[in-house]
């Protein structure tokens, strides 16, 4: 279960769930409070997270569009979309590519991508997504993941990805540049609704850094004590989202969390904390976590769309309208070393940058 890597012992989630222990190790076990089963009600049987059709953009649904992504932003934060000019084939296919090296890979081929254990959001193969605290008291996901840094062209690096299959790398590119049209049509979309120009999130955001987690989720011998991954909101401006047919993500809304069904070749709309920010709090950043369960591995594969370090968040002047802005101005680097050094905690690191 524990490999060596550049000194580093690692270990991986899905070497954990192969040995067939009986009992998760300790430093997955999630705090009572934060247990997929805490309370009585774990999911609102009757919510579901809406579905908006785009019809490929058709300017003659634009109208209606806007008033649906309005209310989808508002109640929820996260929504299903489709006809969404993505293609089909390629959406299954970056699926079957992640899903084929997680589980036909040999360890040592996974290990020769493994992620920096001592950097943050370092680019490749890993299992733990936040740094060891001084006592290393840190809860761990029961999942491995493999992060692709996509956008700007700068940063991406084909021979840092797996190299089987042999289209692997060649998908994920392919996947990279439709993710990122489908985000800038939608940060237009979602400006539109609040009455802004339809540029203005993206201008705020500028250029975007894109990156693509394939996570894979293994059978754990118990779910009821652990997460797949934690509580939380993004950090970036807008996530998309397309899981496999398993299930495990939910969305908190008014207090109880919602399964967010599969829906096969939609993709998910999640709005992350700049996007709060500069809305001034009209939409918010949706919540969500992934629970895990006993029999079947599961497999997600996210694209996060995020502003450069160095970029200033704030309010726009349009939306506070004479009023106070509810958020201060962050600089986006800085938010980013906070979220990974405190850990997210559902909002704990938007709300630490409300006013009064």
């Known amino acids: 279960m524990e490999t060596e890597v550049g000194g580093e012992h690692m270990v991986r989630v899905q070497a954990i769930a192969e040995a067939k222990l009986s009992q998760v190790l300790p430093q997955y076990i999630q705090p009572p409070h934060n247990r997929p089963h805490h309370h009585s009600s774990t999911a609102?049987?009757?919510?579901?997270?809406?579905?908006?059709?785009?019809?490929?953009?058709?300017?003659t649904h634009l109208p209606s569009l806007r008033s649906t992504i309005a209310q989808a932003c508002t109640d929820y934060g996260a929504f299903h979309v489709t006809n969404h000019g993505v293609p089909t084939k390629l959406l299954r296919q970056i699926k079957t590519n992640g899903l084929t090296f997680f589980n036909h890979s040999s360890i040592n081929d996974k290990l020769t991508y493994s992620c920096d254990p001592h950097s943050f959001a370092s680019q490749g193969y890993g299992s733990r997504m936040l740094l060891?605290?001084?006592?290393?008291?840190?809860?761990?996901?029961?999942?491995?993941?493999?992060?692709?840094?996509?956008?700007?062209?700068?940063?991406?690096?084909?021979?840092?990805?797996?190299?089987?299959?042999?289209?692997?790398?060649?998908?994920?590119?392919?996947?990279?540049?439709?993710?990122?049209?489908?985000?800038?049509?939608?940060?237009?979309l979602i400006s539109e609704s609040l009455g802004l120009r339809g540029s203005?999130?993206?201008?705020?955001?500028?250029?975007?850094?894109?990156?693509?987690?394939?996570?894979?989720?293994?059978?754990?011998?118990?779910?009821?004590?652990t997460l797949g991954l934690q509580s939380h909101s993004d950090m970036g401006a807008i996530t998309l989202l397309i899981q496999d047919d398993v299930?495990?993500?939910?969305?908190?809304?008014?207090?109880?969390?919602?399964?967010?069904?599969?829906?096969?070749?939609?993709?998910?709309?999640?709005?992350?904390?700049?996007?709060?920010?500069?809305?001034n709090g009209k939409y918010?950043?949706?919540?969500?976590?992934?629970?895990?369960?006993?029999?079947?591995?599961?497999?997600?594969?996210?694209?996060?769309?995020?502003?450069?370090?160095?970029?200033?968040?704030?309010?726009?002047?349009?939306?506070?309208?004479?009023?106070?802005?509810?958020?201060?101005?962050?600089?986006?680097?800085?938010?980013v070393s906070s979220w990974y050094t405190k850990g997210p905690d559902g909002k704990r690191n938007i709300d630490s940058l409300l006013l009064n």
């Open 44 to 59: 609102t049987a009757t919510a579901t997270i809406p579905t908006i059709d785009l019809f490929e953009f058709n300017p």
């Open 132 to 188: 060891n605290d001084e006592n290393d008291t840190v809860v761990l996901d029961w999942r491995d993941y493999f992060d692709h840094h996509t956008l700007p062209l700068s940063r991406r690096d084909p021979s840092r990805w797996p190299h089987f299959p042999e289209n692997y790398r060649e998908t994920v590119a392919s996947y990279s540049d439709e993710m990122k049209g489908l985000a800038q049509k939608l940060m237009g």
């Open 200 to 225: 203005y999130i993206e201008d705020a955001v500028g250029e975007l850094y894109q990156n693509i987690t394939i996570s894979y989720y293994p059978p754990c011998p118990q779910p009821d004590l």
């Open 247 to 279: 299930g495990g993500l939910e969305v908190l809304k008014d207090d109880q969390w919602i399964t967010v069904d599969p829906l096969s070749d939609a993709i998910l709309v999640i709005l992350a904390d700049q996007t709060e920010i500069i809305t």
């Open 284 to 335: 918010r950043s949706a919540v969500h976590r992934a629970v895990t369960n006993a029999t079947q591995a599961r497999l997600s594969v996210a694209t996060f769309h995020d502003p450069a370090k160095a970029v200033k968040i704030s309010p726009s002047s349009e939306l506070v309208n004479g009023a106070s802005p509810r958020y201060r101005e962050v600089v986006y680097g800085d938010y």
